[in-house]
């Protein structure tokens, strides 16, 4: 008993820390990661409003170092995102030009977000300095076998014919509408146009029906078969009828609409035979939104080398939205966590994962 009373008294270690000897708690950290990429605030407006309503001296170089952290700590979750992501039959993909700082140049050069969709699930976003077709060559695993659904931009064909049959592209009829609708507004050639219009109607008519009816894969191209093949069908023969008019000049709005969907026409029909594409990559495109709003406030990323971290925290943030799950409460918990975890616990805390344990504590409780 002696011997007990002499002993030191045992202390218990400190938990896992973010940042070692740093003071940013996972609250703190999360209110700075949602003030910039959800809120669009840049980090010198952060630093304005820590100082002016709190008076706590907070440096955005410090609060720059701790965003770089947190991508840091979430980048495994990134990467298990990614692996779950390319195991669909079916992404979308598109691209987005973004500013960053080169050193000595004197200005900023273009660089780029490239998105990754699956309908319903997931958003991911990488970061690339270019918008070649090697560029997706190192986003895409190799094992990867599926439909890329993109807009007409040649990067896409070229990749397609390196991957070879693995690799199969649907179009977008959204980029399509779009030329035609250009045309229509500037009254080159207005009632041909407008008819294009109006048969696209119909085919997104159908496509709100099967949205609305939550139909599956199966059903959807049973009924596109059914209904929208005829439409197409008129369509095509239209097109090909109005091109051979030669009342279109190849550099007009409807020369150009006409050329654009003609040259896609296989990967335009893609939709018809396979129940998991979308009519359009317009869900992609939605994701892309919230960045472009960031880049007017923001205006550039810090550097070449900065572009992974804020493609990491978008990643994690439009995949919260897309499952109707509150970024805030998602990055204070996982960042609460991740110093505690292992590699192999990753798995369970994907934006996917924590939203089917959300729905299951619910069950529990209920």
């Known amino acids: 008993r002696r011997a007990d009373r002499d002993a030191p008294p045992v202390i218990a270690g400190l938990p896992p820390k973010l940042i070692e000897c740093g003071i940013a708690t996972p609250g703190l950290l999360t209110e700075i990661v949602i003030g910039k990429y959800c809120d669009h605030m840049p980090l010198y ?50 691209e987005t030009p973004v500013k960053f700082l080169a050193p000595g140049s004197g200005k900023a050069q273009q660089g780029y977000l490239w998105t990754y969709k699956v309908a319903g699930g997931d958003t991911l976003f990488d970061w690339h300095d270019g918008r070649t077709h090697r560029c997706l060559e190192s986003m895409i695993p190799e094992n990867f076998r599926g439909v890329l659904q993109c807009d007409g931009f040649g990067a896409y064909r070229t990749y397609a014919r390196k991957r070879g049959d693995d690799i199969e592209l649907a179009g977008c009829w959204a980029h399509a509408r779009r030329k035609f609708y250009d045309a229509l507004e500037a009254g080159d050639h207005g009632q041909r146009a407008a008819w294009v219009l109006r048969q696209l109607q119909l085919l997104y008519r159908i496509e709100g029906e099967l949205r609305d009816s939550r139909a599956g894969p199966r059903r959807r191209q049973a009924k596109r078969s059914a209904a929208s093949r005829m439409i197409l069908d008129r369509l095509w023969r239209a097109l090909y009828r109005f091109k051979n008019s030669g009342k279109h000049l190849p550099k007009s709005l409807m020369g150009r609409a006409i050329d654009y969907t003609l040259n896609q026409r296989a990967e335009l029909g893609v939709f018809l035979e396979n129940g ?77 994962a924590w939203a089917e344990s959300k729905v299951e504590q619910l069950r529990e409780v209920s």
């Not at 410090?62 to 980048?75: F, G, I, K, Q, S």
């Not at 880049?295 to 978008?314: P, Q, T």
């Open 276 to 352: 998991k594409v979308e009519i359009d990559n317009n869900p992609v495109e939605n994701a892309i939104r919230p960045t472009a709003i960031g880049k007017k406030n923001w205006l550039f990323i810090g550097s070449k080398e900065a572009g992974w971290r804020s493609a990491v925290i978008y990643s994690i943030i439009e995949s919260c939205r897309s499952r109707g799950i509150d970024p805030h409460a998602y990055l204070k918990d996982v960042l609460t966590r991740l110093p505690a975890m292992t590699n192999w616990e990753i798995a369970g805390i994907t934006p996917k």
């Open 45 to 94: 407006r952060q630093e304005k409003i820590f100082a002016q309503r709190h008076g706590v001296g907070l440096p955005r170089q410090t609060m720059c170092r701790w965003v770089e952290a947190a991508a840091d700590w979430l980048n495994p979750i990134y990467r298990q995102m990614r692996d779950e992501m390319f195991t669909a039959g079916c992404v979308g993909v598109d």
